[in-house]
C-alpha cells in the first residue's frame, strides 16, 4: 500500500528565515505530487505540482518554490519567509495521469511570527 | 471558471442519524469529478468517495453515498448512522484537467459537521 509523509508536523518560524518542508512517498514509482496551502477556516489552494523529477510548475506567484530532486520527493521551499506564509501545509500524490484521486499527507502548520 | 459551492458553515446531527452535506458546483466541462473529503481536527485530508460526471448511478462508500444530480449541478454527501468519529470538517471537490498530465482540485469552502451523543 501507499503512504505519504511530510515533515515536520509543526513549525514557529521568524519573519525572513529560510523554510524547508519535506514529503515522501513509498509504495509507488512516478507519482504525481503536489503542494496546497490551506489557510485558516479555509478550503486547499494548489500551489505547486509535479509530474516527474526536476519537472515543477507554481499555480500562483508567491514567496515559496518547490524542487522534486528523487521520484517520491517533494520539497518547499524559501528564502525569506513573509508573515502571509502562515498557514497548514499538504501535500499530496495520485497515480501518474490526469483523473485519479489525490491522497493527502498529514499537513504541516507553518506559523510564522 | 470552476466553482464548489458550501452553503451549509456548520452542521450538528444526533449520533445514529443520517445527514446530507450540500454541494453545488459550476463547470463548463462535459467531463469532471467531484470528490468528497473529510478533515478531522488533526489536519489531514481523507478521501471519502467520488463521482464522475458519466457515472450514471450515484456512487457509495460503506456509510457514505453521494447523491449526484447532474442538472441541478449538485453533489451532496449523505452519511448515514453517524457516528461521533464523523465529527470533522468536510470538503467538497471539482478535478479541473488544465493539460499535461495532472489534475487539480478546486476546493469549496467546507462545512464542520458536529455529532452529538
Known amino acids: 500500500s501507499q503512504t505519504i509523509h511530510q515533515w515536520p508536523a509543526t513549525l514557529v518560524q521568524p519573519v525572513g528565515s529560510p523554510l524547508s518542508l519535506e514529503c515522501t512517498v513509498e509504495?509507488?514509482?512516478?507519482?504525481?505530487l503536489y503542494w496546497y496551502r490551506q489557510a485558516a477556516g479555509r478550503g486547499l489552494q494548489l500551489l505547486f505540482y509535479?509530474?516527474?523529477?526536476?519537472?515543477i510548475s507554481s499555480e500562483v506567484p508567491q514567496n515559496l518554490s518547490a524542487s522534486r530532486p528523487q521520484d517520491r520527493q517533494f520539497i518547499l521551499s524559501s528564502k525569506k519567509l513573509l508573515l502571509s506564509d502562515s498557514g497548514f501545509y499538504l501535500c499530496?500524490?495520485?497515480?501518474?495521469?490526469?483523473?485519479?484521486?489525490?491522497?493527502f499527507g498529514p499537513g504541516t502548520r507553518l506559523t510564522v511570527l | 471558471a470552476q466553482k464548489i459551492t458550501q452553503t451549509q458553515p456548520g452542521m450538528f446531527v444526533q449520533e445514529k442519524e443520517a445527514v446530507t452535506l450540500d454541494c453545488t458546483y459550476d463547470?463548463?466541462?462535459?467531463?469532471?469529478?467531484l470528490f468528497w473529503y473529510k478533515q478531522p481536527s488533526s489536519g489531514e485530508m481523507i478521501f471519502l468517495i467520488y463521482?464522475?460526471?458519466?457515472?450514471?448511478q450515484n456512487a457509495t462508500e460503506g456509510r457514505y453515498s453521494l447523491n449526484f444530480q447532474k442538472a441541478r449541478k449538485s453533489a451532496n454527501l449523505v452519511i448515514s448512522a453517524s457516528q461521533l468519529g464523523d465529527s470533522a470538517m468536510y470538503f467538497c471537490?471539482?478535478?479541473?484537467?488544465?493539460?499535461?498530465?495532472?489534475?487539480?482540485?478546486?476546493f469549496g469552502a467546507g462545512t464542520r459537521l458536529a455529532v452529538h451523543p
Open positions: 463521482q464522475g460526471s458519466y457515472d450514471e
Open positions: 471537490a471539482m478535478r479541473e484537467v488544465p493539460g499535461g498530465g495532472y489534475n487539480k482540485l478546486i
Open positions: 509535479s509530474v516527474g523529477i526536476g519537472q
Open positions: 499530496a500524490w495520485s497515480w501518474a495521469g490526469a483523473s485519479d484521486t489525490q491522497y
Open positions: 463547470t463548463s466541462d462535459q467531463s469532471y469529478g
Open positions: 509504495g509507488t514509482s512516478n507519482p504525481n
